[in-house]
């Protein structure tokens, strides 16, 4: 071997040394950054949540543990609890897991277990139970940009002292997506196969497909960290792009149209109303509703003579202040938001 070999081989052992030591030392620096992060997710999370407890903002993750060592940094709770002595409320979930990328630290997954148990004062309560419930969301340094929600066969109960037996509700299947647009929140939801059913009872309807799409005006900052009051709808406006009900067998109805909710809670609006299935709609509602047959056969008689006839109607709906009209003539009041 010549000399000149010699010192090439002493310059590449030196580079591959060099190269090791490079990666040895940015691992090292890596898993301490993460273990760092971690240390303190664990140390200020429980005094974050000790401090608004002051407030009146309770929570609780029960062994609570950072993991996802090496490229994920994730929250896992046994148990989780919230509490709001502000206005009456507490809720308890199962268990809770979460994730975010070390190079996506923006982006986060949830995934929470039941069962769920809601109390609201006085007295409401609402207890739930799914086989499967994820979240994801997107932030800035702002707070959330945009933030999704879907669950799988949802089941559970409301009671409320205005009711002497309770609600039983489930679902197939649901999704919630709200994101920021400018200075205005978007939000859209589905629900696939509502069923809805006094307690010990048989189901109101037939399961519905629902489907909804809105805009609020001049409400990004719900997402952005703005706390949210139990009647933030008060004072509120925006656009209903659509609300869709379908119960099969031709059986749909689709709304749409600007709205308003006054500092009370009562909606006001002018809305496009398409009714398919008069027939089929009159009929299921005197079932569900038996003492408001007169006022379902009023209004079903309406819409077959505005449609000529025929068993589909477009029609204009104005609200104001949660009475509903249909051609001058009131057909429904709507509860306060």
């Given at each position: 071997?010549?000399?000149?070999?010699?010192?090439?081989?002493?310059?590449?052992?030196?580079?591959?040394?060099?190269?090791?030591?490079?990666?040895?030392?940015?691992?090292?620096?890596?898993?301490?950054?993460?273990?760092?992060?971690?240390?303190?997710?664990?140390?200020?999370?429980?005094?974050?949540?000790?401090?608004?407890?002051?407030?009146?903002?309770?929570?609780?993750?029960?062994?609570?543990?950072?993991?996802?060592?090496?490229?994920?940094?994730?929250?896992?709770?046994?148990?989780?609890?919230?509490?709001?002595?502000?206005?009456?409320?507490?809720?308890?979930?199962?268990?809770?897991?979460?994730?975010?990328?070390?190079?996506?630290?923006?982006?986060?997954?949830?995934?929470?277990?039941?069962?769920?148990?809601?109390?609201?004062?006085?007295?409401?309560?609402?207890?739930?139970?799914?086989?499967?419930?994820?979240?994801?969301?997107?932030?800035?340094?702002?707070?959330?940009?945009?933030?999704?929600?879907?669950?799988?066969?949802?089941?559970?109960?409301?009671?409320?002292?205005?009711?002497?037996?309770?609600?039983?509700?489930?679902?197939?299947?649901?999704?919630?997506?709200?994101?920021?647009?400018?200075?205005?929140?978007?939000?859209?939801?589905?629900?696939?196969?509502?069923?809805?059913?006094?307690?010990?009872?048989?189901?109101?309807?037939?399961?519905?497909?629902?489907?909804a799409d809105f805009t609020f005006t001049g409400k990004a900052d719900w997402l952005l960290g703005a706390s949210l009051a139990p009647h933030a709808l008060c004072g509120t406006a925006g656009e209903?792009?659509?609300?869709?009900?379908?119960?099969?067998?031709?059986?749909?109805?689709?709304?749409?149209?600007?709205?308003?909710?006054?500092?009370?809670?009562?909606?006001?609006?002018?809305?496009?109303?398409?009714?398919?299935?008069?027939?089929?709609?009159?009929?299921?509602?005197?079932?569900?509703?038996?003492?408001?047959?007169?006022?379902?056969?009023?209004?079903?008689?309406?819409?077959?003579?505005?449609?000529?006839?025929?068993?589909?109607?477009?029609?204009?709906?104005?609200?104001?202040?949660?009475?509903?009209?249909?051609?001058?003539?009131?057909?429904?009041?709507?509860?306060?938001?």
């Open positions: 071997m010549t000399m000149t070999e010699v010192a090439k081989e002493s310059r590449a052992g030196r580079r591959l040394l060099w190269l090791t030591a490079g990666v040895v030392l940015v691992t090292s620096l890596y898993s301490a950054g993460w273990f760092l992060a971690a240390d303190q997710i664990e140390k200020r999370l429980p005094a974050y949540l000790a401090e608004n407890r002051k407030a009146g903002l309770g929570g609780e993750c029960g062994d609570m543990e950072v993991r996802g060592f090496p490229f994920r940094l994730g929250l896992f709770c046994e148990n989780v609890r919230l509490d709001d002595a502000r206005y009456g409320a507490s809720a308890s979930f199962g268990a809770l897991r979460s994730a975010a990328q070390v190079y996506q630290p923006g982006r986060a997954v949830i995934e929470l277990d039941g069962p769920a148990e809601i109390r609201v004062s006085p007295d409401i309560s609402i207890s739930a139970d799914w086989t499967l419930l994820h979240a994801s969301l997107a932030a800035t340094l702002a707070g959330v940009d945009r933030t999704s929600l879907a669950y799988d066969n949802l089941t559970g109960a409301v009671r409320s002292p205005l009711s002497a037996k309770g609600l039983n509700f489930g679902a197939n299947h649901g999704e919630l997506h709200l994101r920021q647009n400018g200075d205005d929140l978007d939000a859209a939801l589905s629900v696939d196969k509502l069923d809805l059913r006094p307690e010990d009872g048989q189901s109101l309807a037939r399961p519905a497909d629902i489907a209903l792009r659509q609300l869709a009900l379908d119960l099969g067998d031709g059986m749909s109805a689709k709304l749409s149209g600007p709205f308003s909710v006054n500092e009370q809670g009562l909606i006001s609006g002018e809305f496009s109303l398409t009714v398919m299935g008069i027939g089929a709609w009159r009929d299921s509602l005197a079932k569900a509703v038996p003492e408001e047959t007169d006022l379902i056969n009023n209004v079903a008689n309406m819409l077959t003579a505005l449609a000529g006839g025929k068993d589909k109607a477009t029609v204009k709906l104005n609200v104001r202040d949660g009475t509903a009209f249909l051609a001058f003539v009131p057909i429904g009041v709507l509860p306060a938001l």
